[in-house]
């Protein structure tokens, strides 16, 4: 998570969130942050970013026996995301009660319809990466930017 806490550093003008995909032995094969400002992409997620260069390290988008350690718990599009490159688990810091979808608003990586379901572990360093992204948001709204951002994982 320190790896993750690390990425979202980097996340610039967006909300800081990171990702790392780390292989079967522990060994990191990815690391990204939210990129949704910098690439004017909606799907430039931390989760998807990470998820998509471990494929390519790889060679296969099958990630089974990956972990996927993320800042915040990853929303819908995430974990979906998650679960078709078919990691091993999915672990998160903060729990994002608006976005949330491994537990706190859905629970779709736990869902008996999905055909792969990933161990999912949330709150780990949560205080810690829940802090990073009440801050940035709470600097945000203060500013009064126009484009500000208004809670969770997939503002405006």
């Known amino acids: 998570m ?49 998820l998509r260069q471990a494929a390519a390290a790889l060679g296969t988008w099958r990630l089974t026996g990956c972990t996927l350690a993320v800042t915040l718990e990853p929303c819908p599009m995430c974990a979906g995301a998650a679960a078709l490159a078919r990691v091993d688990r999915v672990v998160f810091g903060a729990w994002n009660e608006e976005y949330g979808a491994c537990g706190s608003r859905w629970d779709i990586l736990r869902d008996r319809r999905m055909a792969h379901r990933p161990e999912v572990v949330g709150g780990v360093l949560g205080v810690e990466c829940g802090t990073l992204v009440r801050e940035f948001l709470q600097a945000r709204r203060d500013s009064d930017d126009p484009a500000r951002v208004t809670g969770g994982h997939e503002e405006d």
């Open 2 to 50: 320190r790896l993750a806490l690390e990425a979202a550093q980097a996340a610039a003008d967006d909300i800081p969130v990171g990702a790392v995909v780390l292989d079967v032995n522990g060994r990191l094969l990815a690391r990204a942050c939210n990129r949704r400002q910098a690439l004017q992409d909606p799907t430039a997620h931390a989760e998807v970013l990470a």
